[in-house]
């Protein structure tokens, strides 16, 4: 069932926009706490144990030249381009395990605070606060958070693009936003095309 369904049956759709009444306070509360647990929870012992198969052909890409890269992408894992690339940034200046899983971390941090922000968006800063402390406490979160891959990145950038979804259909207002958000997680992942099964 698509996000503008839901919000059309919920009475929010964006010809029908009430504004969420809620004190500024708590809902920088509802969207800060669930950060910081993810953040706390994502950066314990980042240093543990070895690199897994994965995590080790982004380090072994990663560490290569652009152009390397870009030969390589003409054989393999293209679909994983963007974020070799983006990793190859990353780990230019401090190579190393932590510096691998540490864009994992963040991007589980940020999703939470976004999870947090849809909740409050669409319910009151209750609702969020609880949905991004659910989602930084589950186990699979955890795994993920401290994984040198993609899929933390991937998760916030289709959380933030639900949020800009809602933002849109209620106010008209922030397409583009939308969609370049979509793109980009698109290219780190090609599963996020279903995005737009879930949002239609």
């Not at 996000?3 to 800060?32: C, D, W, Y």
């Not at 691998?100 to 589980?108: H, N, W």
């Not at 909740?119 to 969020?128: D, E, K, T």
Request: aromatic share 8%.
């Amino acid at each position: 069932m698509g996000v503008s369904v839901l919000m059309k049956r919920s009475g929010t759709s964006h010809q029908e926009a009430p504004e969420v009444s809620a004190e500024p306070v708590a809902r920088v509360v509802a969207v800060v706490l669930p950060v910081l647990v993810m953040l706390t929870l994502g950066l314990w012992r980042l240093d543990r144990g070895g690199m897994w198969r994965d995590e080790a052909a982004t380090y072994q890409v990663a560490r290569r030249s652009v152009p390397q890269i870009w030969h390589l992408l003409h054989h393999v894992d293209a679909v994983h381009g963007l974020y070799y690339l983006f990793m190859h940034l990353v780990l230019a200046p401090a190579p190393g395990e932590v510096a691998l899983r540490l864009p994992s971390v963040v991007g589980a941090a940020a999703t939470a605070g976004l999870v947090a922000a849809l909740g409050i968006r669409l319910c009151n800063p209750r609702v969020g606060l609880w949905a991004g402390l659910l989602y930084a406490v589950t186990p699979l979160t955890g795994h993920f958070a401290q994984e040198g891959r993609s899929y933390a990145l991937v998760a916030a950038g289709a959380t933030a693009a639900t949020l800009l979804l809602v933002r849109a259909l209620r106010g008209g207002r922030g397409w583009w936003a939308y969609g370049v958000t979509v793109a980009v997680t698109c290219l780190l992942h090609e599963f996020a095309v279903l995005l737009l099964l879930a949002h239609g």
